[in-house]
């Protein structure tokens, strides 16, 4: 049985993150032979301003502008 913990930033949306499970869930039997109902998955949402890439802030990284403002809109 799989069990997969993603970590990503928060505000995805529902349907994102549905969408994400559904292909994940489809390669996890594709590739491990295990069945769709023993696949587990568990999403841990994180604040930008709690990880940082490169020694800077995901909430100060200016590459990451348009993402966290997308985000920010859901």
Known sequence: MPNITVELLAGRSLEQRKAFARAVTEHAVEILGAR??????????????????????????????????????R
């Open 36 to 73: 769709p109902q023993d696949v587990r998955m568990v999403f841990n949402e994180i604040s930008p301003d709690v990880v940082a890439n490169g020694g800077v802030l995901a909430s100060e990284d200016a590459s990451r502008a348009g993402v966290l403002a997308a985000l920010e809109k």
